[in-house]
């Protein structure tokens, strides 16, 4: 049987380009050689494609690459690559691909609408406000918030604010990526990540959930990127919390539309489970929680990779 041809795109122009290339390297490198011929694409930080060699060859010379490949697997994190629009110029080329559509992209990629979607289908979310531009200068610090930008990943522009004077500076960093913030009341409990895969039949694969134990009180990006945070999987949960968590991981994936693999991160509180956010394109390498949960249920890094490609063929 001849390979399948799979394009890895990685990279892109927003604050998680690194963490991008670093996922995409491992996807690369992963996919059984026996059964796949990997074409590497890479979208630089100001939005260049670059060919396998590293060279300039603009969307319309990626375009002729990617229309010679059987399958697209898209390993961009963040805005430009897991927000729909890569799905988009998939779809547009007729190009099967891994992972989440358009619209579920888009959605999950807005913590604000994920925060909408949520409540609509009985998730509970940490109560919080939208502000723009426009509305900045109105709010006012009366207890302790999380401030984060509505579209932006591995914890870019993130911070928790524990006085009025630190709500200045935090909302500059967020405002710095993105022209809409969200400042959310924090949520004391444990953090839980939670692994759905959804197989062509309709199915939903559920990964055993995982503990994210911190030495401060966010999981911030020196935390996920240094080594400092401890990745307890499978996390110390009871049937009935491990169930909760489960069934309104799977109701939020449903509810987004989502496709191949999401991130569906929850706070376990004293009162049930309360939604973080949703990761459509999550970090992907060997060592990221969805692979280390996954291989918690006994399948590997290489075998999930085969999955999901395969289900996107199908």
Known sequence: MSRVRVAVIGGGANCEHEVSLASAAAVADHLDPAAYDVVRLTIDP??????????????????????????????????????????????????PYVGSGVRAGALAMDKWTTKLVAGAVGVATAPGVLLTPGTRAGH????????????????????????????DPALEAAFALDDRVLVEDVVVGREIDVAVLGRPDGSRVVAPALEVVT????FDHDDK???HADLRVPADLDDAAAKELEDAAVRVY???????????????????????????????????????????????????????VRDALA
Do not use: I
Request: charged content about 15%; hydrophobic content about 45%; glycine content about 16%.
């Open 46 to 95: 100001h939005g260049t494609w670059l060919d396998p060699g590293g060279r300039p060859v603009g969307l319309t010379g990626a375009a002729c690459l990617l229309r010679r490949c059987d399958v697209v697997l898209p390993v961009v994190h963040g805005p430009h690559g897991e927000d729909g629009t890569l799905a988009a110029l998939c779809e547009l080329a007729g190009l």
């Open 140 to 167: 006012r610090w009366t207890h302790p918030v999380v401030v984060k930008p509505v579209a932006a990943g591995s914890s870019h522009g993130v911070s928790l604010v524990e006085d009025a004077d630190g709500l």
């Open 215 to 218: 030495s401060g009180g966010l």
């Open 225 to 227: 990127y240094g080594g």
């Open 254 to 308: 449903d509810a987004l539309g989502c496709a191949g693999v999401a991130r569906v991160d929850f706070f376990w509180t004293g009162a049930g489970a309360v939604l973080n956010e949703v990761n459509t394109m999550p970090g992907f390498t060997e060592h990221s929680q969805v692979p280390r949960m996954f291989a918690a249920a006994g399948l590997g890094y290489a075998d999930l990779l085969d999955v999901l």
